[in-house]
């Protein structure tokens, strides 16, 4: 699939050594279909990885995917040039009256903190309100899924004795949800927080379905019944690489931080850790694209929320 961002952006260069399709804004114009709008919301410290591990797995279907980048606008950044971000970034003043197919929503640092004391919370409800008759269909990961449930629904976060750190299996409960097509029974995905959703609340709400289930990380995946929103608590858009540097930015601050678990070939650290999860990260960001987002979407953009409600 061709990912249509700008010429000039420092990810471009990486994503096309790594053989991905990054179509220039003026060939796409010039093709007779509709691309398909997704909004990422990016609220992580180092915004180009996280740009970087999303554009890989929207890249993985043949649609073509036009992307713009939202940030906070009140999050001073101290990974990213007010340059940088200005330049490839809106805020969601400048977008709020457009509507888009997709939105993802990426996690942040922020767990250890209430969520009415994260001062970009109300930004991140507003974003939430508009999305629901301004987007066909949503991914919150992991904080962002927390702070979702928690603003759509009421339900708590907990902290964690130990902070769930890893690769772990899971198990999909819903095996004919079309998310899973291609799936095998279980899938392994990346884990890196301090804190867990109320499992307690989640199945007492009839508005919610668990549909992937891990014995050591809990609720994993969990969508709305309408499905136009999905909260996924692990990082199935890390690449392989994403928890070492995690682990290593940790211990160079003299954290409390243990070694991630089913990660590194016999707990060494100096090893290359196992990818396990890459197959799994394709076909779900692959299958949302297709069957929530391209099959759910109306072909005129003003439609969107106003036939799917």
Request: glycine fraction near 2%; proline fraction near 4%; charged fraction near 25%.
């Amino acid at each position: 699939m061709p990912i249509i961002i700008s010429n000039e952006q420092p990810v471009k260069a990486k994503l096309e050594k790594e053989n991905i399709f990054v179509m220039q804004q003026r060939r796409a114009e010039g093709q007779d279909i509709r691309p398909l709008k997704i909004i990422i919301l990016n609220l992580m410290p180092e915004k180009q990885n996280a740009e970087l591990d999303l554009y890989r797995l929207l890249s993985n279907t043949p649609l073509q995917l036009e992307i713009t980048l939202l940030r906070s606008k009140i999050h001073k950044s101290k990974n990213e040039s007010n340059e940088y971000l200005e330049k490839y970034y809106s805020v969601f003043e400048e977008i709020q009256n457009e509507k888009f197919d997709g939105l993802i929503i990426t996690g942040a640092p922020v767990e250890h903190l209430n969520f009415e004391n994260v001062y970009y919370f109300n930004e991140f409800c507003e974003i939430q309100k508009w999305s629901k008759n301004h987007v066909t269909s949503v991914i919150n990961i992991c904080w962002a899924s927390q702070a979702a449930l928690y603003y759509n629904y009421g339900i708590n976060k907990l902290k964690l004795e130990e902070k769930c750190f890893g690769i772990f299996q899971h198990y999909i409960v819903h095996k004919k949800e079309p998310l899973f097509r291609g799936f095998d029974d279980t899938f392994f995905a990346p884990h890196s927080r301090h804190t867990k959703i109320n499992e307690d609340q989640i199945k007492k709400n009839k508005e919610l379905e668990i549909l992937a289930y891990s014995k050591d990380a809990g609720p994993t995946i969990i969508a709305s019944k309408d499905r136009r929103q999905f909260f996924v608590t692990c990082h199935l858009e890390y690449d392989r690489m994403r928890l070492d540097a995690e682990f290593k930015r940790d211990i160079n601050k003299n954290l409390d931080i243990k070694i991630p678990k089913n990660y590194y070939p016999n707990d060494n650290t100096d090893s290359l850790p196992i990818l396990s999860w890459r197959m799994a990260s394709q076909l779900f960001f692959s299958n949302w694209i297709n069957y929530y987002v391209y099959q759910e979407s109306p072909y005129l953009l003003e439609d969107i929320g106003t036939i799917n409600d």
